[in-house]
């Protein structure tokens, strides 16, 4: 398990994380989410004891990281912010570094080295030095790195970053994986990234938390929670139906986007609306197109929260 508790870092006197408590058990996928400067890097180095909290404390696997921070670490895979590493050194000689520090011999170490040379799709630059990768390759290399020991628990802060649609849907797929046996903590400003892999997401802003639910949880506190949005087959409806739709019962707005149009119609208090807009069509004798239901915008709620 991953515990923090009272978490709190300063800079003399500004606030850069405080009073942080929260707890991820294992087969969790815990998304840290903030706008930038919330304070979510901050928080993912105390964790991996790269920085020193001015109080509280925080424990990977039962290990304090501050009183036992070399069994908290043997516990741990850490992904950092820009996934720094050494430039000169190829990619091979990068990794087997990495697998000698963490105590990888033998048949352990050739097996582990090949499994994520394969999992990663490293194998056309393992001879490369690692200052001539592209972005893409030198995220790989840090997530290589980091799940090289196979670790309890992972921590990635932007794991995504810099890579394609396609590599970015490989290291999802890698992180639902994993996440079977193993804790995974991803820092992210992307919220693509929770929909996608997250099963519980905390939201800090101004370095406190400010939500912690699953991201079902959080899109249901959308205003476009049960939301109903359609296209209209002839454009000429538009206004006819919005002024019919902003008369219903239980209508918070009516929103039109003109290039495409669509009207988006927003629920009072996430009441049900899709029955009483198709039955207005209907009677109407108007013809929809691409009805669809919303379960809520992340990015709204988002912005809500941490404004």
Do not use: W
């Not at 992180?175 to 939201?203: G, N, P």
């Not at 899709?274 to 929809?288: D, F, I, R, T």
């Amino acid at each position: 398990m991953i515990k923090t508790d009272r978490l709190t870092k300063r800079y003399g006197s500004i606030p850069a994380v405080e009073d942080v408590s929260f707890e991820v058990a294992p087969g969790e996928v815990l998304g840290f989410l903030g706008p930038n400067g919330a304070g979510k890097t901050t928080t993912m180095r105390m964790l991996a004891g790269f920085v020193a909290p001015t109080s509280g404390n925080a424990s990977i696997c039962g290990h304090d990281v501050g009183s036992a921070p070399i069994a908290a670490r043997a516990c741990l895979g850490y992904l950092p912010e820009g996934a720094p590493s050494y430039g000169e050194m190829s990619v091979r000689g990068f990794l087997g570094f990495i697998a000698d520090l963490r105590g990888l011999a033998g048949a352990r170490r050739r097996a582990r080295l090949d499994h994520v040379f394969g999992r990663l799709q490293l194998e056309p630059v393992l001879e490369q030095t690692i200052e001539t990768l592209s972005k893409g390759f030198r995220r790989r290399v840090g997530l290589a790195q980091a799940i090289v020991h196979d670790p309890a628990v992972l921590i990635l802060d932007e794991p995504t970053d810099g890579l394609d649609p396609n590599q970015k849907h490989e290291v999802r797929s890698l992180i639902s994986e994993m996440s079977r046996d193993k804790i995974v903590v991803i820092s992210t400003h992307i919220l693509e990234e929770v929909a996608a892999v997250c099963t519980r997401a905390v939201i800090i802003a101004r370095g406190r938390i400010v939500a912690d639910q699953t991201p079902q949880q959080l899109a249901a506190r959308s205003r476009y929670h049960n939301a109903v949005s359609f296209r209209l087959a002839d454009e000429d409806d538009a206004a006819r139906m919005r002024a019919a739709l902003e008369a219903l019962p239980g209508i918070a707005a009516v929103e039109y986007a003109t290039r495409e149009r669509r009207l988006t119609v927003l629920p009072r208090d996430g009441v049900s609306l899709l029955a009483p807009v198709q039955a207005l069509a209907a009677h109407s004798g108007m013809e929809l197109g691409e009805l669809h239901l919303e379960a809520g915008r992340l990015d709204d709620v988002f912005r809500t929260i941490t404004a």
